[in-house]
Nanobody
Framework: QGHLIESGGGLVQAGASLRLSCAAS????????MGWFRQAPGKEREFVAT????????HYADSVKGRFTIYRDDAKNTVYLQMNNLKPDEAAVYYC????????????????WGQGTQVPVSS
């Protein structure tokens, strides 16, 4: 049974940077696609970024391209999301997700989910 734990969230000012981490256990991490999603109050969960197994493939939401970077450390069973120049409307709970395969951008395609980490962004 896969288990994901996010960390690194916290209050930041608009324009600041933040790095989120997601530690995985109970699954063969290197074989899994990892994704980051976010959900703001009253809104649907939206795709942010995904990285395929071995880290060879990445995809980003258009709104974060050039500012966010997803990467993984298979030796540590951890995936990261480096977020730069955060905007107030990006305040949300950020979730990581995992599933076997290459890359997925739809949240319904992921089997395992973390509990989320809150990222408030002040203007």
């Amino acid at each position: 049974q896969g288990h994901l734990i996010e960390s690194g969230g916290g209050l930041v000012q608009a324009g600041a940077s933040l790095r989120l981490s997601c530690a995985a256990s109970g699954l063969t991490f290197r074989s899994y696609c990892m994704g980051w999603f976010r959900q703001a109050p009253g809104k649907e969960r939206e795709f942010v970024a995904t990285i395929g197994w071995r880290g060879a493939t990445t995809h980003y939401a258009d709104s974060v391209k050039g500012r966010f970077t997803i990467y993984r450390d298979d030796a540590k069973n951890t995936v990261y999301l480096q977020m730069n120049n955060l905007k107030p409307d990006e305040a949300a709970v950020y979730y990581c997700a995992a599933d076997v395969g290459d890359t997925y951008t739809e949240y319904r395609e992921y089997e395992y989910w973390g509990q989320g980490t809150q990222v408030p962004v002040s203007s």
